[in-house]
């Protein structure tokens, strides 16, 4: 049973270009949430969706990013003309239904220069 | 926003010692729970705890639930080194209301080193 896979595991990014993060949740989950971890930190929640449905994106930045999770593939969090201070690890955790844990994926890194 | 203390931030020990490390928060959280993570890799979940006052034991692992809701500590018995890593609390609010689990807040982490 595979875990939570993420995609790319590293993605290098211009200022200004688009960065597009993947997540495929583990077989049978369809909650998704993404988390942004920056270095020495903790991780920050970011976003929490169920298919097709943004539930809680409280944690979003209000401009260049977003989030969907559609009902066939992975989910994706978009990041348009990205900066310096978006360089950060990105996370993605699965769960069956809203009342059980979370399992994290290994994560995104994505630098930009 | 909710904000959780983790301490100490970062601990070196020798082999064998015992470990302590705790979180508090100025606000209450339903559920609490204990993650590591090594290098270039997610959170690993370690402990969950559901009631306050719990005490839930996982190998050389033990963790509580504070009575007040607003604290927890993890303990690692005999220390070995594969226990390096960064060791992360995390508070979830979910409640029969409709918060998720998956909703947590992370504190900054206690980073371990074992030396042999």
């Known amino acids: 049973n595979a875990g939570v896979m993420q995609n790319p595991r590293h993605l290098v990014r211009r200022r200004g270009q688009e960065a597009r993060l993947r997540c495929s949740p583990m077989?049978?989950?369809?909650?998704v949430y993404w988390y942004r971890q920056l270095p020495e930190e903790g991780l920050k929640f970011m976003v929490y969706?169920?298919?097709?449905?943004?539930?809680?994106e409280s944690g979003m930045p209000k401009e260049r990013f977003s989030a969907e999770f559609p009902k066939e593939g992975p989910s994706i969090l978009r990041i348009q003309q990205v900066v310096r201070g978006d360089s950060a690890a990105y996370f993605c955790a699965s769960s069956s239904n809203s009342n059980t844990e979370a399992f994290f994926g290994q994560g995104t890194r994505l630098t930009v220069v | 926003g909710q904000q959780l203390n983790q301490s100490p931030q970062s601990m070196f020990i020798q082999e064998g010692e015992d470990v302590s490390m705790n979180c508090t928060s100025s606000?209450?959280?339903?559920?609490w729970l204990w993650y590591k993570q090594e290098p270039g890799e997610g959170p690993v979940l370690l402990i969950a705890?559901?009631?306050?006052?719990e005490l839930t034991s996982n190998g050389r692992l033990t963790a509580q639930f504070g009575i007040t809701r607003k604290d927890s500590f993890l303990n690692i018995s005999a220390s070995i080194p594969s226990d390096v890593g960064i060791y992360f609390c995390a508070g979830s609010s979910a409640d029969a209301g409709g918060t998720s689990y998956g909703k947590l807040t992370f504190g900054q982490g206690t980073i371990l080193t074992v030396h042999p």
């Open positions: 969706l169920q298919k097709e449905n943004i539930i809680d």
């Open positions: 606000s209450i959280f339903n559920t």
């Open positions: 705890l559901y009631k306050a006052g």
């Open positions: 077989k049978g989950h369809s909650h």
